[in-house]
Nanobody, 124 residues
Framework: QVQLVESGGGLVQTGGSLRLSCTVS????????MAWFRQPPGKEREFVAA????????DYADSVKGRFTISRDNAKNTVYLQMPNLKPEDTAVYYC?????????????????WGQGTQVIVSS
């Protein structure tokens, strides 16, 4: 059974940085996609970024493009989300997700496995 475990959230001031990590446990035989979603307080969960595991192809939401960076370490089965220059509107619970299909999609319902979420709070 595949499981995802996130870490790295916390409380930072505006302009601060955080790096989220998500480690995949269990065996996956196909190429797959890892993504980060976030759910701001009182809002729906939204796509943030994704990366294909083998090719390393990436995709970003417009709200974070050029600011956040998604990366992976194949040897550690871990995907990262580097978040510099954080803003109060980045405050959310951040979720790691896995799609066993090999093509990056932004659709929440396409993702098969989810982590428990990690809270990010950016104070103004």
């Amino acid at each position: 059974q595949v499981q995802l475990v996130e870490s790295g959230g916390g409380l930072v001031q505006t302009g601060g940085s955080l790096r989220l990590s998500c480690t995949v446990s269990g065996r996956i035989f196909n190429d797959y996609v890892m993504a980060w979603f976030r759910q701001p307080p009182g809002k729906e969960r939204e796509f943030v970024a994704a990366i294909s595991w083998l090719a390393g192809t990436t995709d970003y939401a417009d709200s974070v493009k050029g600011r956040f960076t998604i990366s992976r370490d194949n040897a550690k089965n871990t995907v990262y989300l580097q978040m510099p220059n954080l803003k109060p509107e980045d405050t959310a619970v951040y979720y790691c997700a896995l799609d066993v299909g090999g093509r990056i999609v932004r659709t929440l319902g396409r993702y098969d496995v989810w982590g428990q979420g990690t809270q990010v709070i950016v104070s103004s």
